[in-house]
């Protein structure tokens, strides 16, 4: 099983109505879909994948090596003691639009910026398709993104998964949802590692060259009233290859009021329309924080009660 890989330049000619329905099962049966044809140059994409693998090796491979969590992981299998908990076999860095970026790297600043404005512009064509196929006003999501006076949130974490001697005793990323809105991820193409969960079964997410790989959140959970479900995934540690995965993510502001699309809620049963709350996603975020790694829907009641 494999999850759905949709040509995205076929919405601009006379396919384009199978494709919409073809994103829609992406969205309502999986929650996860790769895009062929999106639009992001492949050369562009090589410079992305070149540059962040030389920031690796250039500013974090050696810290890494040293790091605490390798120091644990070689005592745990040496003692026999267990697995690492509470901790991901992941290096990490998170690119906004105000805060510091690596320096070091010739062309990593100038090359990740134009990746980001790229894919911003991926993630509003994105959002505009779910509105269309959710039957909402072309816009709908991103405005209800958007708080008081305030833009939605665009956040890029580069993250590695450097190879691991002992993979069976610590998680690459653990098992979770994604708090937030549309997510968008260029994933290694060699190094697989990535997982969700359908049907009880943890499904491999195939390596694609230059794809980008599309997955809800829970905000978006709660807009589509349900519809589009946020999924579990996680990435497993593996003992060859150093996994590369840039994950872009499109969330609400901060003060953004989160709530069922009132268009979704019309005629479904009451006790179905009270499953998602209205929240301030500032407050979602709070909750989120202390609970990422564990089911969601204590998060919506926890919301709820504030």
């Not at 956040?155 to 590695?160: D, L, R």
Request: hydrophobic fraction near 40%; charged fraction near 25%.
């Amino acid at each position: 099983m494999a999850i759905p890989v949709i040509d995205f330049s076929k919405l601009n000619g006379k396919k384009r109505a199978e494709t919409l329905a073809q994103i829609a099962n992406g969205c309502e049966e999986w929650g996860f879909f790769q895009l062929v044809n999106h639009g992001i140059s492949e050369e562009l994409l090589e410079r992305v994948k070149k540059v962040s693998s030389e920031w690796f090796k250039l500013e974090r491979e050696e810290n890494f090596k040293n790091s605490t969590l390798v120091k644990k992981l070689n005592e745990l299998a040496e003692t026999k003691s267990g697995k690492l908990e509470n901790v991901d076999w992941e290096d990490v860095v998170t690119l906004l639009d105000d805060n510091e970026w690596p320096a070091q790297t010739p062309g990593f600043k100038e090359t990740m910026a134009e990746y980001r404005s790229e894919l911003k512009k991926l993630a509003a064509k994105v959002m505009e398709v779910m509105d269309e196929n959710l039957g909402l006003p072309k816009g709908y999501i991103k405005k209800a993104f958007d708080g008081e006076g305030d833009d939605a949130f665009f956040g890029t974490k580069v993250s590695h998964y450097p190879p691991c001697s002992h993979p069976e005793l610590v998680n690459g990323l653990r098992a979770h949802t994604d708090a937030g809105g549309v997510i968008l991820l260029y994933q290694d193409d060699v190094v697989g590692g990535l997982q969700i969960l359908k049907d009880g079964k943890w499904i491999d997410v195939q390596p694609l060259p230059n794809s980008i790989v599309i997955n809800t959140g829970d905000q978006v959970e709660v807009l589509s009233n349900g519809r589009y479900k946020s999924v579990w995934h996680r990435v497993l540690a593996a003992p060859e290859g150093n996994r590369r995965s840039i994950a872009s993510f499109y969330n609400p502001s901060l003060k953004a009021t989160i709530s069922p699309a009132p268009q979704l809620v019309e005629n479904v049963k009451e006790e179905v329309d009270q499953v998602y709350p209205k929240f301030v996603f500032g407050d979602y975020m709070s909750v989120y924080a202390e609970q990422k790694f564990l089911p969601k829907e204590p998060r919506f009641q926890a919301v709820r009660a504030m």
